[in-house]
């Protein structure tokens, strides 16, 4: 089994920052890419960035403010959140793409999620 755990969530005033941290565990053999996603009240999820072992991508809305980082010592990928705004406020998810044994294709795991508001 593979399980994926986020961290960092909480309130925060818009302009501030908070970093979400999410680390996998369990039977990886390789983890493929690594991405957050959030979901805010009467939306629909919608992918916040992802990044893989060569490049990051952005939702527009975040550009510029949020840095995916990953440490695959770890099995860790990590959000920095910068200038947030109240629309930022959603629950956070990590996602991961895991091959669990090389004879295998990967598969999408996901965590249970993180509250992130931004509100004074």
């Known amino acids: 089994q593979v399980q994926l755990v986020e961290s960092g969530g909480g309130l925060v005033q818009p302009g501030g920052s908070l970093r979400l941290s999410c680390a996998a565990s369990?039977?990886?053999?390789?983890?493929?890419?690594m991405g957050w996603y959030r979901q805010a009240p009467g939306k629909e999820r919608e992918l916040v960035a992802i990044i893989t072992s060569d490049r990051s991508t952005y939702a527009d809305s975040v550009k510029g403010r949020f840095t995916i980082s990953r440490d695959n010592a770890k099995n860790t990928v990590y959000l920095q959140m910068n200038s947030l705004k109240s629309e930022d406020t959603a629950v956070y998810y990590c996602?991961?793409?895991?091959?669990?044994?090389?004879?295998?294709?990967?598969?999408?795991?996901w965590g249970k999620g993180t509250l992130v508001t931004v509100s004074s």
């Open positions: 369990g039977r990886i053999f390789r983890i493929n890419a």
């Open positions: 996602n991961a793409d895991i091959t669990t044994a090389p004879w295998y294709a990967g598969r999408p795991y």
